[in-house]
Every structure is written in C-alpha cells, then in structure tokens.
C-alpha cells in the first residue's frame, strides 16, 4: 500500500503538537520549581555531576576518600554541568543556608564548583558495597532521611550533594541523569514530600 504524503504530514504535525505541548508543561513545572525554592524552606539534592566514568568505585578495595585519583572524575561536561547550576544560583537569587557534600570527591567539587562552600558529611557516603542487602539499604536510607526531612532557618534551603544509591533507597526514585536536582519539602518529623526534578541543561535555562 502506497503511503499517503498528507497522513506522514498530519502525522508529524499531530507528533509537533504534542512534543511542544510536553515541553511547555515541563517548562511550567520547572519555572514552578524555580518559583518555590526561591523563596526558602526546601532541600536542594543533587546527585554529583557527571563522571568520567561510572563504576561502583565505593566496593573497589584500592579506593581511598581521601586520595582523588583513587576515584571516579568529573568529567568536562560535569565541571561545566557544576559552574552552570551555581551561576543559576546566583543570577535568580536563590538563598542559600548550608551546602553538605558526602567525603567522596566527585560530590565535595561538584559543590565547590558550584556554591564554593560546603562541610562534609559521612552520612551521605554510599555503603562499601556493589550489591546491597536489604539491611544495607535500610542503613543508607535511615542515613539520608534526617537530611532530607530536616526544615531549614526560613527563607533558604539546605543543599546536599550526594549519590544515587542512598537517594534511592531513601525514596525509592534512581536519580538518573548525574547532575540531577531533586526539590524536597521537608516536614520536620522525619517525613518530606518530593516535589520534582531539574535536570543539569536546565539550571543554565533559567
């Protein structure tokens, strides 16, 4: 059967239509996003920025905290990613009250690079694991649950540059692309509610 030309044409208009609709309403939800943090009163999670490579470097038995080129490295493209989410900081005045990094220091620069302030926390580092148990992850999320619930002084937001494994174990989400920002409102009793995502391209959009 021959293809019609108008049906491939209204096909692909219909297709458009659709994709710029998904696009606006991302848009929405993000510039909504913005909107909030703005005025103080969220966790700000970041999984690190882009690596050179992503392997479980936390199980690798020569991998050391406090030696760099025993783990994984950001990438150009995650050096990049962090400057731009800085400069979004600054240039839409979003306030700030502290910046905490786990000891690994793919998340220490990406917040350096970022925010130029932070204070370590061990909490946030992965378990020395490739695989976990479900008591391991148990621990990671009961690790990571005070950060995400705890409210901060109003009018800022508390910051945290992490992993994906102990995001995910505390919320059942995989913070997927690296980069990724996660807005949490924190209830102050141990609980909190996600209330969406912001990609790394689109910090420099805003």
Known sequence: MRISYKYIARSALIITIASSTFLLACSKKTSTLLSQIKEGGYVIYFRHAQTVRDYADQADPNMRLNDCNTQRKLSPIGIQQSKEIGASFKRNNIPINKV???????????????????????????????EYTSDQVKEMSLNLTPFLSEKPPKGKNTIIVGHDDLFEA???????????????????????????KILPNEWNEL
């Open 170 to 196: 505390a919320t059942g989400i995989y913070p997927e692309p690296q980069g990724i920002a996660y807005i949490v409102l924190p209830n102050g009793n141990g609980s909190y509610k996600i209330l969406g």
């Open 100 to 130: 905490i990094s786990s000891d690994y220091c793919r998340s220490w620069k990406t917040a350096k690079l970022a925010f130029g302030k932070y204070t370590k926390d061990s909490k946030l580092n992965f378990l020395p694991f490739e």
